[in-house]
């Protein structure tokens, strides 16, 4: 099994869920603006740019694709189309997919997924604060911070190697590791 592989698989996975947030959260003020003028009902409707709405489609399509590689070869119950039960049921199964022949086409395809959804969600412009040394390389930690109105970080990544990312959740984690790595 490629160790490396599993790394990314397991890390792109628990970036995901919240990256299908982002695209929704985030405002329309960048330069794929679609005008929504007049009627109430429209402005109800979450606004969203045309590569957000493609890269959560994107997600759901390629998590379907391996959650339903691993339910028909290691004969399980496929799980449900939410993003969460998706990618919780692909991280309960990492390892056996890291094994697999085409584990390095399911990692590219994740790293890609990850990296199209960071740059729909916070798109240029969008607030980046620094917030230290990453502690996996040499890289620098800078927290993205959404276009919505409530203005907070919702993800931290390395500026050197994009899978070096941690989701709000993850964010105890990273302290210590960045504490042990100042030591
Ligand atoms: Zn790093």
């Given at each position: 099994m490629c160790?490396?592989?599993?790394?990314?698989?397991?890390?792109?996975?628990?970036?995901?869920?919240?990256?299908?947030?982002?695209?929704?959260r985030r405002e329309e003020t960048g330069t794929l603006q679609v005008r929504r003028r007049g009627s109430r009902k429209n402005r109800s409707i979450d606004p969203m740019s045309p590569a957000a709405v493609d890269t959560r489609a994107a997600i759901r399509v390629v998590l379907e694709h391996w959650a339903g590689l691993v339910a028909s070869e290691r004969r399980v119950q496929p799980p449900d189309r939410d993003?969460?039960?998706?990618?919780?049921?692909?991280?309960?199964?990492?390892?056996?997919?890291?094994?697999?022949?085409?584990?390095?086409?399911?990692?590219?395809?994740?790293?890609?997924?990850?990296?199209s959804a960071r740059r729909a969600a916070y798109p240029k412009g969008g607030a980046r604060s620094r917030v230290g040394s990453c502690p996996n390389c040499s890289g620098e930690l800078v927290a993205l911070i959404r276009a919505g109105d409530d203005a907070l970080?919702?993800?931290?990544?390395?500026?050197?190697?994009?899978?070096?990312?941690?989701p709000a959740a993850r964010w105890a984690t990273l302290a210590r590791e960045m504490r042990r790595g100042t030591r």
């Amino acid at each position: 099994m490629c160790t490396a592989c599993l790394d990314l698989l397991v890390g792109g996975l628990a970036n995901l869920p919240a990256l299908y947030d982002d695209c929704v959260r985030r405002e329309e003020t960048g330069t794929l603006q679609v005008r929504r003028r007049g009627s109430r009902k429209n402005r109800s409707i979450d606004p969203m740019s045309p590569a957000a709405v493609d890269t959560r489609a994107a997600i759901r399509v390629v998590l379907e694709h391996w959650a339903g590689l691993v339910a028909s070869e290691r004969r399980v119950q496929p799980p449900d189309r939410d993003i969460r039960v998706l990618t919780g049921f692909l991280r309960r199964h990492a390892e056996w997919l890291a094994a697999h022949p085409a584990a390095a086409e399911a990692v590219d395809e994740i790293r890609d997924l990850v990296l199209s959804a960071r740059r729909a969600a916070y798109p240029k412009g969008g607030a980046r604060s620094r917030v230290g040394s990453c502690p996996n390389c040499s890289g620098e930690l800078v927290a993205l911070i959404r276009a919505g109105d409530d203005a907070l970080p919702s993800e931290i990544v390395c500026t050197s190697v994009p899978e070096h990312a941690w989701p709000a959740a993850r964010w105890a984690t990273l302290a210590r590791e960045m504490r042990r790595g100042t030591r």
